[in-house]
């Protein structure tokens, strides 16, 4: 199982940022995917998640109106998508699924925002 992540990035405050997710090694279709960040001294924050089979979200009350997620099947890819960002969306974002032998996770994308 991988699930291989996009480079990091950088952003102005303000802006939006995709980050990707590529899913390899299980069926791509059966397993939702999470999405959670880290921000520097804050721990984890769910942010999310997508159901590849059908693009059915659900957000963390936090992130309703800035989060988008979808999916290209053709490429067992799914997509993160946070727009106005700031400062304190800096951090590293991850996306992960719960198989049957455990939780599986990419390994993390750096997003900055910095004016």
């Known amino acids: 199982v991988q699930l291989v992540q996009s480079g990091a990035e950088l952003r102005n405050p303000g802006a939006s940022v995709a980050v990707s997710c590529k899913a390899s090694g299980y069926d791509f279709d059966t397993f939702w995917i999470d999405w959670v960040r880290e921000i520097p001294g804050q721990g984890l924050e769910w942010m999310g998640r997508?159901?590849?089979?059908?693009?059915?979200?659900e957000f963390a009350r936090a992130f309703i109106g800035r989060v988008t997620f979808t999916v290209d099947a053709s490429t067992s890819t799914v997509f993160a998508e946070l727009i106005s960002l700031r400062f304190n969306d800096t951090g590293v974002y991850y996306c992960?699924?719960?198989?049957?032998?455990?939780?599986?996770w990419g390994q993390g994308t750096q997003v900055t925002v910095s004016s």
């Open positions: 992960s699924t719960h198989l049957a032998g455990g939780r599986h």
């Open positions: 997508i159901d590849p089979e059908d693009g059915v979200s």
